[in-house]
């Protein structure tokens, strides 16, 4: 078997045996027998696989603040508003179940594919689908968009979840480069497809919702074509000793699952809930400002790849420092720039309509320093198998935004920037406190 990959909890895959000579395979092996059941075969891994993967994680970002302009110009200030709110119901309600799923399949399959029947799966499959589509109806209504806009959110909402299950089959078969073609499908489609609706004069707020949810499902049936080409292998290895060679307890899992699930809700959440407090044009201001921030993401994906890279959990503290440091400069420097040149480039860029965002930009230009910052750090709490941590400091930071954003509702943009400006430093400031301490601890090793 060829080496096991890294999921995004930090996790492995469980490696297990083909089935010895002499032994015949059951036609329709029953899984909890615990005599045989299917897995999923190991994919061999390149170093331009990975470095494919790597660029496509950077283009999906990457896609969405380019085809910002060609949405603002079409739909103005509230127009954005409401494109802002349809995305985060779609991310959100998909993440409820679905990121969950995603990542215990991914890590767990072949483990839980013996312990239950593959029905138990399919049902927490379905009941993800379900969830979705309901929690975007409901935030349909609780957020006071267009009626007309519920089944193209819950359709969407069912298609991101599906995509998310079969991202997990996916790295749970270590086939790096279906994700990583996925990623490119979905990211140059979505552009291609924005591009031509603006330049056709067909972009609206119905059928922007589409350019996020076509290019997803273009995405999902390529993936899941890639996997019915590479077929499940029969297995004897015993349920115990499937799960004692998984080099991460359960536990650990759920702990990742919780703080991904938080990192998502305190980025897509926003809009949900800002959409009844400030209305449309308001948050369509807070809309720039959020994809002003979302640079100091990016910029930071290359030292948290750097952080993470290896496959050691244990790293000597000055290593995680200098990386930290550095990252702390570029952010800096980031900050420094947008201050300077915000005031112009808004205007610029998005249309002489939204002068309005630029204060609530520059607020959150502040805040991307600290959710950079916390891109990285939670990453070194993952690698180093302190995902609890992670969990809390973003959960935490969900509960604070939230809550500042209804305090500082009357202030519109401005008060919204501001409560997610600090939602950001709480989310950064309890992995920083832990990394120094646990440093300092152990002899300056984490682990």
Known sequence: MGRQPETP???????????????????????????????????PVRRSHHALNAAGSLLVPLSSLLVAPLLTRSLGPAGQGDFSTSQSIIVVAASILGLGTSDSLAVYGNYWLRRFRFGAWMAVVVAAFVLASVAALAFVQAGFLQPDLSWSLGFGAVVFAAALVQRGEVLNRNMILALSVEKWITALSRLVLTAGLFFTDLLNLQTAVLTLVVP???????????????????????????????????????????????????????PIVLRPLIGAEQLGYYAIGMLVAELFTVAAKPFRDA??????????????SAVIRWCALVMT?????????????IPLVFGEEFHGAVLPAVILAVGGWAKGMGFLVNGILVKTGHARIRAYATLTAVLFSVGGMIVLSPMGAVGAAIAGSVAYVVMLAPGVVFLRARGRKSGGEFG
């Open 9 to 43: 909890s930090g996790c492995k895959t469980v490696p297990v045996g083909p089935v010895p000579s002499g032994k015949r395979p059951p036609k329709h092996p029953r899984f909890r027998q615990g005599a045989t059941t299917m897995v999923a075969l190991d994919q």
């Open 216 to 270: 997803q499902v273009l995405g999902f049936l390529y993936l899941c074509a890639a996997c019915v080409r590479v077929p499940r292998e029969v297995s004897v290895a015993t349920t115990r000793a499937m799960r004692q060679v998984t080099l991460r307890p359960l536990r650990t899992l759920n702990w990742a699952v919780l703080g991904g699930l938080g990192g998502v809700l305190l980025v897509n959440l926003d």
């Open 307 to 320: 952080a993470m890279a290896g496959g050691s959990g244990l790293r000597k503290a000055t290593e995680f």
């Open 333 to 345: 420097a980031g900050v420094i720039v947008c201050a300077g040149s915000l005031w112009f480039l």
